[in-house]
Structure formats: structure tokens, C-alpha cells
């Protein structure tokens, strides 16, 4: 109970202090160099609340240097977006759902950082609203995060993946990162507020360059991805992940 009112007490302060400065400031800018250094204290200062270590972290094995890149990552707990922020070597926009803009400061935030925002009810304006927010991104430095389950999971098993990530990564010209989260669910459950300290794994699995695919193998191209997401998995948590 005490972890879960720290984490809760640095997510409030964290947003109180960082979020006037992300309002003013993001929209002004489109290096991301400020964005990387807001998102990284905003995600630290939560997962320090939470006791939340990050492990197994491989920045350089898969990742371009200077090249923006869309992140396709497994969704298992609120913590996964603190983790990316803290951890994730490059700013970055990430995908959220309609209600959580409507959350004062905490969605002006997300506004001002230019973040996708998602209807999950109706995917055909989801796909529109995620290519306008792509084409908003062009000629900046943000590349984008996306948890192509579109939820978050309850027994920690890798749901389908939609297939919107490859048309941002298509329209961008970005190759998709598979990204394999290990640990968040343990420190904090889909559907409970008790959060438990511990260690989270990160690991980054070979990109995937979606140019020239025609639409017709999106699904050959999302299922790909999501197969390289469980093969990072398993490389974290054994081969019984595949």
C-alpha cells in the first residue's frame, strides 16, 4: 500500500512540476531534445516512487543512431509507459486513447506534445487520426511508440497485433522496432492500484523496414513484428515464452 501512495504521490508531483513546462515549451520545438528530457524525468521520478529498476536494457544492438523509428511494443501495465520514457534512448510520441486527453494537464500534455490520439471504438478513424498525427511529426526529431494490442493484457500472453503501425511506418518512411517488456505486469496488474517493487526487462528485437510492402502484407508484416516481440520475450524469460 505504501509503494502504490508513493507512486501515486510522484506521478502528481511529477506531472504538477513537468507539465507547465512540457505546455509551454513542446510546441515550440521540433528537435524533441526537450521532449527526450521531460519524458525521461517524468518517467523516473514515477518509477523511483514505484521502486521499479530497469534491466537488461540493450540500447545500441538494433537501434540507428540519428534515424527516427517507430516502436511496436507488448502492453502489459500502466508502468509500461514510465518505463519507455525513462529507458527509450530518443523522444518520443506516443499513441493513447481519446479519454485520457481529456485529463486536465495530464492531457494538455499530450496535446502539446503532439501524441496520437486513438478512438479504440471506431479503428477506421484510429488509422486516420494516427497517420494525421505522423504526417504532424514529419521533419521533427520524435519518432513514435505504438502498443499495437490496443489494450493492455490481463495474463501477460501478447495479443494480435492491429495493423495501424504499418501504415505510420510506411507513410513516415521509419522502420518498426519491436520492443518486449518483462516485469511491468508483476509491479502493477491491468485492473488493480497495488503496485509491487521489482525489476523490469527491456530488450529490443530486430527492426523490420516496412517500405515497398504493399498493403495487401500488413498482416505478414505486423505478424512478423509481433513474432520478434516474442522472441525478445524469450530471450528475457525463456524459451517457454515462444
Do not use: Y
Request: charged content about 25%; overall charge positive.
Amino acid at each position: 500500500m505504501l509503494r502504490s501512495i508513493a507512486t501515486l504521490i510522484c506521478t502528481v508531483t511529477g506531472t504538477l512540476v513537468l507539465g507547465p513546462i512540457a505546455i509551454v515549451v513542446l510546441p515550440c520545438e521540433r528537435s524533441g531534445r526537450w521532449l527526450k528530457r521531460l519524458q525521461r524525468w517524468w518517467g523516473r521520478w514515477i518509477l523511483f516512487g514505484a521502486g521499479v529498476r530497469i534491466e537488461a536494457l540493450e540500447e545500441e544492438r538494433f537501434l540507428e543512431p540519428g534515424r527516427r523509428q517507430l516502436f511496436v511494443a507488448n502492453h502489459q501495465s500502466l508502468l509500461d509507459i514510465p518505463v519507455l520514457f525513462a529507458a527509450l534512448p530518443v523522444p518520443v510520441a506516443m499513441a493513447a486513447k481519446k479519454e485520457l486527453f481529456r485529463i486536465p494537464l495530464f492531457g494538455w500534455m499530450m496535446h502539446a506534445a503532439r501524441f496520437p490520439k486513438i478512438d479504440r471504438a471506431n479503428p477506421e478513424a484510429a488509422k486516420l487520426a494516427l497517420l494525421r498525427s505522423a504526417e504532424r511529426l514529419r521533419g521533427t526529431g520524435v519518432s513514435v511508440v505504438l502498443f499495437p494490442e490496443g489494450t493492455r493484457s490481463r495474463d501477460g500472453s501478447v495479443g494480435p497485433f492491429k495493423k495501424g503501425a504499418f501504415f505510420v511506418a510506411r507513410d513516415l518512411g521509419v522502420p518498426l522496432v519491436p520492443v518486449a517488456l518483462s516485469g511491468t505486469r508483476a509491479a502493477l496488474r491491468k485492473g488493480s492500484l497495488r503496485v509491487r517493487s521489482g525489476s523490469v526487462r527491456l530488450r529490443f528485437g530486430p527492426a523490420l523496414d516496412p517500405q515497398g510492402r504493399a498493403e495487401e502484407e500488413r498482416d505478414a508484416v505486423m505478424e512478423e513484428a509481433r513474432a520478434r516481440v516474442l522472441a525478445a520475450l524469450a530471450e528475457i524469460e525463456g524459451p517457454e515464452r515462444r
